[in-house]
């Protein structure tokens, strides 16, 4: 029931529906890239991604809709753009460069820090 909400949701949009053996219940009622980790399905997903990537219209604006993803943006780009009309000699404007290396690490999940760790567990049921 939650697949076909799912897909109704993105029903107008772009995407690649990757079926697996846990969808053999309705695997040819819906439309799709059969998936076992063999080595030439997983080129043909590859290829598929690749496609509509390449088919995409990079000129539309990226939506961020998670507010500590948008803050975390917002202060890659101070940190950049501080960088780059620092005065300062390479070894200490590169602190600037680091700094923005690190909020990208956080919104992809190589960096936590104290305050990600306190947003989770604020925001979100974990369980124990």
Request: glycine residues 4%; charged residues 35%.
């Amino acid at each position: 029931e939650e697949d076909r909400k799912i897909m109704e949701i993105v029903k107008h949009k772009k995407y690649i529906l990757i079926k697996n053996k846990r969808d053999l219940a309705y695997l040819d009622q819906i439309d799709g890239l059969n998936f076992s980790a063999t080595e030439d399905e997983i080129e043909i997903i590859e290829n598929r991604i690749e496609k509509l990537a390449l088919d995409c219209d990079v000129s539309q604006e990226a939506i961020v809709d998670n507010l500590r993803h948008k803050n975390l943006f917002v202060k890659t780009k101070k940190s950049l753009e501080e960088f780059l009309q620092s005065d300062a000699p390479l070894d200490i404007a590169s602190i600037h460069l680091s700094q923005a290396i690190n909020s990208l690490g956080e919104i992809i999940g190589e960096v936590t820090t104290e305050d990600l760790l306190d947003n989770i567990f604020q925001n979100f049921c974990v369980g124990k």
